[in-house]
């Protein structure tokens, strides 16, 4: 007979299911062997479960742990990093569920399934996550209370009610834990994403394609709370890393520094708070451009905001930007030079191209409105899916195929005005954004990515000259790069409203922003906040104990109130007590009191179940009997206690050479 033949069947199911709940999420990121490892250990539990199957022998299991734990080390070294130590876990918590002989089994079972809700957040901590996994906790505690009903007498509605009440009565204490406990800092489960990642996609080079895959992610970059209101899509250029140097297929930004830029501030500037995303570097972005650099941060000879350290943890700064602007008016010579570099022998048509511009107009203003004209009023396609380019990248765009992303249109541009004597620079970035109306702010994804250029005129300085604008005025227009979006937000023009899915979309997005602000994002400083809201501005580390133990008293007072109030009428004395530890010795044996065995009746069945324990538990049930419904017995209460402590049914079964 199966060994969780003693144990409710229902719940034995119910374990299993929650572990691989838990255990087939870590699928992308934990290696194929073990996944089906430990799916094959809840497999064969659920086999011998429903069949009845023998247990497995506690020699084999010893022996699988040891296989087990020599296999997590030759692959991920003695000290195993956090996916080593995943690993390891995972592949006990399976093995554990191959050993459910007693209760007690199941409840070690179903505390690493605990562990394992841990071990998700140590990869990823999305609001969608922690409510996929507080259904999975509400689970694991509703089997916890059906291995604990040994009477099988709770139905499945009482047992989750029950399971509800449990994790409800927790709820105060974490509460007071998480906003009173003291805070360290850096993110609670360390760095989420994997070292060294970058996330944004935007990088120090750019080559074509690049921008293109991130026109299909719907990954967040960032999000945005202006002061104000008063600035367009058209305006939302939000710059990132600038580019110089060219080889004829790949712009980088090179790591020759420039002298500061000189910026003449007009009257249009506005105030904002960026919410960045952990992408791995070290640039911050900001709207063109920015009036000083915030805390923490310098501002670049580029006009580029840079972060002392990488970006590895969601970020939050003040910005105010120029939106009436000169940059450059007095560039210097080493500068302009730079900017009208160009590879030799490399995309020579569009190279003779600018040169005969330069010829025909004369200075660069003809040349830039020439080139303007020319991506407006010939056959150029703005396009997700370019066709791809060789070697001279630019002559086959501009001549051949004349269909391309943002990064395509740049780079051509910046090419014809260099060759025309014109000096230019591509700097990306993201452009434009979604409204959320829900939050009132605005979210940037890496789908806004873009890449425009930047000429040098003698009476303006550097000028921003946006090519795709020329080509698809309506990827500047709504900020968005992938047609579905314009089409969709042109329909809304047209109704008057958002369509119902991006009303699902933006609440959606403002409870993960929620989540990020009040969950994720509360910090060391923001407890400090509260504690100087509440009049606790000096609170050192002895106070706060205090203060926690005080918050923390009440809850625990209440939870024990709750707990004698459900505590049955009559409690044990120590003679109930003593049997009680005589029947879990027993059951840890596989040889479990039934709900409607009496001693005698119990005492019975395991004497013929299990011969050599008869003397020991014949001895027990006689000195319990006597002392609990007859006037004189044969040992005192003490004496009983002393039976139940000298009583060892694995030694004696195994002593004897039964299996258990």
Request: glycine share 8%; with cysteine.
């Amino acid at each position: 007979m199966s060994s969780a033949a003693t144990l409710r069947t229902g719940a034995v199911y119910s374990l299993l299911g929650a572990m691989a709940a838990l255990i087939v999420p870590h699928t992308p990121r934990l290696p194929d062997w073990l996944m089906l490892t430990v799916l094959a250990f809840l497999l064969w539990q659920s086999l011998a479960t429903a069949l009845r199957w023998k247990p497995l022998s506690r020699w084999l299991l010893a022996g699988m742990s040891v296989a087990a734990t020599a296999a997590v080390v030759i692959s991920f070294g003695p000290v195993p990093d956090r996916e080593g130590s995943v690993v390891l876990l995972v592949l006990m918590a399976g093995l554990k569920c191959l050993e459910l002989r007693s209760v007690r089994d199941a409840h070690v079972a179903t505390l690493l399934g605990h562990f394992l809700i841990v071990t998700h957040f140590l990869y990823s901590q999305t609001a969608l996550l922690a409510a996929f996994l507080a259904l999975i906790l509400l689970w694991l505690v509703a089997t916890g209370v059906a291995f604990q009903d040994r009477n099988r007498t709770l139905p499945p509605v009482r047992i989750l009610r029950t399971a509800a009440v449990i994790a409800g009565s927790a709820l105060p204490l974490a509460a007071l834990l998480f906003l009173l406990f003291p805070r360290v800092q850096g993110p609670l489960f360390g760095d989420a994403a994997t070292p060294g990642r970058a996330t944004t996609g935007l990088g120090d080079a750019m080559s074509p394609g690049d921008i293109v895959d991130l026109g299909l992610s719907d990954e967040v970059a960032f999000r945005v709370d202006f002061d104000a209101v008063g600035v367009g899509a058209h305006e939302m250029y939000w710059r990132g890393p600038v580019l110089w140097d060219f080889d004829g297929r790949t712009w980088r930004a090179g790591r020759r520094a420039n002298p500061p830029a000189t910026v003449r501030a007009g009257r249009r500037e506005t105030g904002y708070r960026v919410t960045l995303e952990p992408h791995g570097r070290r640039w911050m972005f900001a709207l063109d451009v920015p009036a000083a650099a915030p805390a923490g941060a310098v501002l670049g000879a580029d006009l580029l905001l840079r972060a002392q350290h990488p970006i590895r943890t969601r970020t939050r700064y003040v910005v105010r930007s120029l939106l009436d602007y000169r940059v450059g008016l007095e560039e210097s010579e080493h500068v302009l030079r730079r900017a009208l570099r160009l590879p030799p022998d490399a995309n020579p048509r569009t190279v003779a191209l600018g040169t005969l511009l330069r010829t025909r107009s004369g200075d660069g203003h003809g040349v830039l409105a020439e080139v303007l004209s020319m991506f407006r009023q010939q056959p150029f396609h703005y396009t997700l899916a370019p066709p791809a380019l060789g070697r001279d990248s630019v002559d086959e765009f501009l001549f051949d195929t004349r269909r391309g992303f943002c990064e395509h249109y740049a780079s051509a541009f910046a090419v014809i005005m260099r060759a025309a004597g014109v000096p230019a620079r591509i700097v990306t970035g993201y452009q434009g954004g979604e409204y959320n109306n829900v939050g009132n702010y605005l979210v940037v994804r890496q789908s806004h990515a873009h890449a425009w250029v930047e000429v040098w005129l003698p009476d303006q300085g550097w000028r921003r000259v946006d090519p795709t604008a020329a080509v698809a005025p309506g990827r500047v227009e709504t900020g968005s790069a992938l047609p579905w979006r314009d089409q969709d937000a042109s329909r809304a023009r047209d109704t008057g409203g958002w369509p119902s899915w991006i009303d699902a979309r933006q609440v959606l997005d403002h409870l993960t922003r929620s989540w990020n602000d009040w969950v994720l994002d509360y910090s060391a400083e923001r407890q400090r906040g509260l504690l100087r809201y509440v009049g606790l501005s000096d609170a050192g580390w002895p106070r706060l104990a205090a203060l926690l133990a005080a918050a923390v008293a009440p809850a625990v007072a209440a939870l024990a109130a709750l707990r004698l109030r459900h505590r049955p009428a009559l409690r044990a004395d120590r003679v109930d007590r003593a049997y009680a530890r005589f029947c879990s010795k027993l059951e840890r044996v596989g040889c479990a009191r039934r709900p409607h065995e009496g001693p005698y009746d119990f005492a019975r069945r395991i004497a013929m179940t299990r011969p050599a324990l008869s003397v020991p538990v014949d001895q027990i049930t006689l000195a319990y009997v006597g002392l609990r419904y007859a006037h004189a017995a044969p040992v005192s209460a003490a004496g009983l206690e002393a039976l139940v402590r000298a009583f060892a049914p694995r030694r004696v079964l195994r002593q004897s050479g039964a299996r258990y």
